[in-house]
């Protein structure tokens, strides 16, 4: 087999009826460059906005690369899917020669999506060339939900005065017990009055009383398909433009056919008791999610309470990307920049060229990111094949913000989690996001009372704020830089009074830090790190110090460079041995991830 990995970019856009919520999901979509993909699969059928269909399919006709399109015919490209053309005449085949039937209605899907097109096509055509009889009014047109089935039989009966055709057929298993419910508040039953049929052979299909007759087909096949057609079109195979996946009509009762075919009841209602109970318990740690990101301060503190609040978001790894813009209002806190309160500068159209990560969980571990990055690779990418990310955006209705990614998430597009926790974290986020807003805005109006708009001169209560929180922000940082942190390589380390160094396991004595005697110990380059020369601490005889330097010091944390954790010193310090323990004298700034150090078994120490 191949080593490959799948990069998937998903949006959410056909969920909502707000436009620039849909704007914003269907931005994912410009976020990798196809180029740098050595194949492509595609499903827009569901993407209700043409020109958004229209961009991603002239990207990947660029490329110049293998492209599928998913159940939908497109130009140029191969096509993976059932024959929905064959598969809906042989059903209504089925009921025109078996049965008799002669009079139609059609509930349908969206008017605009392809296989819904072809479904009404074929059924048409079918009629047209057997001399049945029918009207553009038999056709009712909207979605593929429970909900069209009960609006279009409703609109039907009342469009033709309760005189009932013989067959119903309709566009999906939801829509065909749509059909029978509203039917049934009619007085009107399924088959004795009239028959009907449905498509998919989803659960509602089978356990539906009466049983749906349907055409069933295997999801899962279509993606089986797509990898074997990349595989052979890389070995220089030839492939045909359709790839048609099995597709079959199951006659049961809704047509008044009988099924030998037995249906499990007993392990189909265990099944809904475990779906219902474990939907049960995401609701409430969705409940304690929603609570606890209302405390945050910081979107890095949010992203923390996710795999915290949300054990069921089991994957590999999941990564929070930002735009930096997002911190706008807490760096220009003293610009007081109007422009940026009415036209904030967040994408409505593609990414920003440069992001930041904010977060990272990676094999169950919370890891420090601080690295900006451009681009997906090589950030994203991986030698080992048999992984898959997952891309799903994060945007403020139209505007877009960042990007959130799941490596190995099978598991949680299975359980559809996904949705519901990206959609309580994003909210959360712009709540935060706004409230940053308003207190800048604060701020400005404050700036106003206290400086001429004219000259920009403060008066004098404007100096004397001023004068106040410049001499606070002072005492804060001299307070700061007196206080010298202290990493351990092997137990703990803690502060005392006075700038002097303890362990804090028993008997051990304190040295005061400014006594410590630096040397140059002799060293060797090294082999993991080029530019650093390794040096073994324990050639220093007693408690001295090695490398006094006032350059920056860095404290890393893993030896993989793609998950590794970096603290920085720029004040520097040293590195060296102290009752017979390899220590660091630094001083680090508050925003460090202590706790990465406290959990940590070894480090690595670059000055």
Known sequence: GEDVNLYIFNSSGDWSLDDDYNIGEYNIYSLPNLSDFDGIILDTNNIRYPDVSKRIIEAAKKTGKPVISIAKEIEDFYYVGIDNYASIQKMIAHLHEKHGCGRFWFIMGPPNNYENQVRAAALKDYMHSHGIAYQEQDFYYESYAYQCGVHGF???????????????????????????EAAANHGLRVPQDFYV????????????????????????????????????????????????????????DSCGCKSDTEVDHAT?????????????????????????????????????????????????????????????????????????????????????????????????????????????????????????????????????????????????????????????????????????????????????????????LYNRLGYQQIACRYFEEKKKKEEEAQKPSIVAA????????????????????TTPAATLTPATPVGKASADMPGYTEIDLKQIPGDVYALMGNGKLVISIGKDEFNMTNMTANAGGAL??????????????ADQPYEAIEKADTYTLKL
């Open 154 to 180: 409703e609109y039907l009966y009342k469009l033709s005065d309760g005189y009932m055709p013989e067959a119903i057929i309709c566009a999906s298993d939801n829509i065909a017990v749509g059909v029978c």
């Open 197 to 252: 049929t449905g498509f998919d052979n989803f659960d509602k299909a089978a356990y539906y009383v009466p049983k749906i007759t349907t055409i069933g087909h295997i999801r899962e096949e279509v993606g089986y398909r797509c990898a074997d057609i990349l595989l052979r079109i890389w070995n220089g195979e030839h492939v045909d433009k359709f790839n048609y996946t099995s597709a079959e009509c199951i006659f049961w």
């Open 268 to 456: 189909h209602a265990k099944d809904q008791i475990i779906y219902d109970i474990e939907t049960t318990e995401f609701e409430e740690q969705v409940l304690t999610l929603e609570y606890e990101l209302m405390n945050c301060k910081t979107v890095k503190e949010m992203s923390r309470w996710i795999p915290e609040c949300i054990p069921a978001m089991k994957c590999d790894a999941m990564y929070l990307v930002l735009d930096d813009h997002i911190n706008d209002f807490k760096k220009k806190k003293e610009l007081y920049d109007f422009h940026i309160i009415q036209d904030e500068e967040f994408h409505i159209h593609g990414y920003p060229e440069k992001m930041n990560v904010e977060f990272a969980y990676v094999d169950g571990k919370i890891m420090a990111y601080n690295n900006q990055i451009s681009g997906l690779f090589p950030m994203f990418d991986y030698d080992k094949g048999g992984t898959d990310m997952l891309f799903m955006p994060i945007h403020f209705r139209s505007r877009t913000v960042g990007f959130f990614v799941i490596r190995n998430a099978v598991y949680l597009m299975e359980k559809q989690y996904l949705f519901r926790v990206l959609n309580v974290l994003i909210s959360a986020m712009e709540n935060l996001h706004e409230k940053e807003k308003l207190e800048y805005m604060n701020h400005a109006l404050t700036e106003l009372s206290v400086r001429d708009t004219m000259t920009g």
């Open 490 to 509: 092997a137990g703990p380390l803690v502060i005392g009074q006075g700038g002097k160094v303890t362990t804090a396991e028993a008997d051990q004595t």
């Open 576 to 589: 060296g041995y102290q009752n017979g323990k390899a220590v660091a004298y630094c001083t680090l700034s």
